[in-house]
């Protein structure tokens, strides 16, 4: 197991390598691509549901797929080589702001920065202005309570660093 969310309807999902799965407090329901779940990559990372109830399912090589259990679809969010991609397919974080998504990623992509109701896209590489070695994985995302504007992030290789969104500083 590698992560899990209790959703806002009482579901606990359950995201691992092979697969993510959703208890009822009764049976697993299996959401795998085998099992005909339109998933991007069974290898889950991270599971966040945001104040509209979508569930945001991060990923090891299949980016961000967004799944909507009112209506019942999911849409993935990939990396592509254009403006509005997300900087890498390989999430390890994930957290929710007043507007946006906010994705770490691995291997010095940096952090996305995702509107949640555009689905637009801006790509911050914090470790640009930072040694040689980089930022080479973002491992978690938080947004300060007391100052929303501010965003903490850790990394592997510069531990605790924080950004000014409104002035899109680190």
């Given at each position: 197991?590698?992560?899990?969310?209790?959703?806002?309807?009482?579901?606990?999902?359950?995201?691992?390598?092979?697969?993510?799965?959703?208890?009822?407090?009764?049976?697993?329901?299996?959401?795998?691509?085998?099992?005909?779940?339109?998933?991007?990559?069974?290898?889950?990372?991270?599971?966040?549901?945001?104040?509209?109830?979508?569930?945001?399912?991060?990923?090891?090589?299949?980016g961000?797929?967004?799944?909507?259990?009112?209506?019942?679809?999911?849409?993935?969010?990939?990396?592509?080589?254009?403006?509005?991609?997300?900087?890498?397919?390989?999430?390890?974080?994930?957290?929710?702001?007043?507007?946006?998504?906010?994705?770490?990623?691995?291997?010095?992509?940096?952090l996305?920065?995702?509107?949640?109701?555009?689905?637009?896209?801006?790509?911050?590489?914090?470790?640009?202005n930072?040694?040689?070695?980089?930022?080479?994985?973002?491992?978690?995302?938080?947004?300060?309570?007391?100052?929303?504007?501010?965003?903490?992030?850790?990394?592997?290789?510069?531990?605790?660093?924080?950004?000014?969104?409104?002035?899109?500083?680190?």
């Amino acid at each position: 197991v590698r992560c899990f969310l209790k959703d806002g309807e009482g579901f606990i999902w359950i995201g691992t390598t092979k697969g993510l799965a959703r208890y009822d407090g009764y049976q697993f329901q299996h959401c795998t691509r085998a099992s005909g779940f339109s998933i991007s990559d069974d290898n889950i990372n991270k599971l966040l549901q945001d104040e509209s109830g979508k569930i945001w399912i991060g990923t090891e090589m299949g980016g961000i797929n967004i799944y909507d259990p009112f209506a019942d679809t999911l849409f993935a969010l990939r990396y592509k080589q254009d403006s509005n991609s997300i900087a890498s397919d390989r999430i390890m974080s994930m957290t929710e702001s007043e507007k946006y998504i906010w994705a770490g990623h691995d291997n010095a992509a940096g952090l996305s920065r995702i509107n949640k109701e555009t689905l637009e896209i801006k790509v911050y590489n914090p470790h640009k202005n930072l040694p040689d070695e980089g930022l080479r994985s973002i491992r978690k995302t938080i947004v300060d309570k007391s100052q929303p504007h501010i965003l903490w992030i850790t990394s592997t290789t510069h531990g605790l660093l924080n950004m000014d969104t409104l002035k899109e500083e680190f």
